[in-house]
Antibody, heavy 121, light 110 residues
């Protein structure tokens, strides 16, 4: 049973850089895409981007200019950096595994515990 | 970008009743790329249905999904107290690659 454990700073000042890391335990790291999803307090879910073990990435166009995803296959970890944050970036951030068993990755079957990131001066 | 619109925004029902939640897409999408999630307060979402109608591992058979094209439905029969939560639909698009979610339907106890 795969487990995703995430960590990172929970309080940032405006214009700073959000940085989160997610470690994958108990399952294969290759053969999947790994995503970040966020959820502002009391609101819905927003996909941020995805990366695979080779470092191939896709980003949400609305965030693409500020986001960088990276991967460390030696540690089965992947990371999120979001630059120039504002209060609008305050949200719970989740790391997630995409299910690619049907040949195309199309949904999310395992989630991290979530990290609340607050942007405030 | 495909936009998903869920209705109703809030659904008030009693335990034992049947819930019907709707997800409408702004353009036709492959049934293979439509999923449903359940989220309870303070928890991460949980996958219920993928491929529009396939139940995820461990999901009871009172949850079912249907639909095609632009109209998709999540049905929950014989509601139990633990089913009251927020439900999201989600689609995957390949050009450009990415995911979008509906705004959610809150299922509350009447």
């Amino acid at each position: 049973q795969v487990q995703l454990q995430q960590w990172g700073a929970g309080l940032l000042k405006p214009s700073g850089t959000l940085s989160l890391t997610c470690a994958v335990y108990g399952g294969s790291f290759t053969g999947y895409y790994w995503s970040w999803i966020r959820q502002p307090p009391g609101k819905g879910l927003e996909w941020i981007g995805e990366i695979n073990h080779s470092g191939t990435t896709n980003y949400n166009p609305s965030l693409k200019s500020r986001v960088t995803l990276s991967v460390d296959t030696s540690k089965n970890q992947f990371s999120l950096k979001l630059r120039s944050v504002t209060a609008a970036d305050t949200a719970v951030y989740y790391c997630v595994r995409e299910d690619c068993s049907a040949g195309t990755c199309s949904h999310f079957d395992s989630w991290g515990q979530g990290t609340l990131v607050t942007v405030s001066s | 970008e495909i936009v998903l619109t869920q209705s109703p925004g809030t659904l008030s029902l009693s335990p034992g009743e049947r819930a019907t939640l709707s997800c409408r897409a702004s353009q036709s999408l492959s049934s293979s790329y439509l999923a449903w999630y359940q989220q309870k307060p303070g928890q991460a979402p949980r996958l219920l249905i993928y491929g529009a109608s396939s139940r995820a591992t461990g999901i009871p058979d009172r949850f079912s999904g249907s639909g095609s094209g632009t109209d998709f439905t999540l049905t929950i029969t014989r509601l139990k107290p633990e089913d009251f939560a927020v439900y999201y639909c989600q689609q995957y698009g390949s050009s450009p690659p990415g995911y979008t979610f509906g705004q959610g339907t809150k299922l509350e106890i009447k």
